[in-house]
């Protein structure tokens, strides 16, 4: 069982920078693969990025590639998400996630935070 709080969002005026944390209960953080999705207004939510259990490898949605960077600090059971160039359309409710079988899949784990809000403003 993991329970994940996403922490970080906010308002900015596009070209700006967040970083987005997700703060994991539990002892077997690092078996966990985690993930960041987002769901905008009136659209489904979708894949941001993945990263492994032990951090070293990553996959990103091709909106997000260049521009965000995900992490984790399993140390911390921390799982992190930087945003550059923040763009209006990446204005939705930012999730973090955790499980499932594999960085490479798009498909997300059993475990949800509730969210954190990011708007970017033009």
């Known amino acids: 069982q993991v329970q994940l709080v996403e922490s970080g969002g906010g308002l900015v005026q596009a070209g700006g920078s967040l970083r987005l944390s997700c703060a994991a209960s539990?002892?077997?953080?690092?078996?966990?693969?985690m993930g960041w999705y987002r769901q905008a207004p009136g659209k489904e939510r979708e894949f941001v990025a993945r990263i492994s259990g032990s951090g070293g490898s990553t996959r990103y949605a091709d909106p997000a590639k260049g521009r965000f960077t995900i992490s984790r600090d399993s140390a911390k059971n921390m799982a992190y998400l930087q945003m550059n160039s923040l763009k209006p359309e990446d204005t939705a409710i930012y999730y973090c996630?955790?499980?499932?079988?594999?960085?490479?899949?798009?498909?997300?784990?059993?475990?949800w935070g509730q969210g954190t809000q990011v708007t970017v403003s033009s």
């Open positions: 996630n955790a499980g499932g079988a594999s960085y490479y899949l798009t498909t997300p784990g059993a475990y």
């Open positions: 539990g002892r077997t953080f690092s078996n966990y693969v």
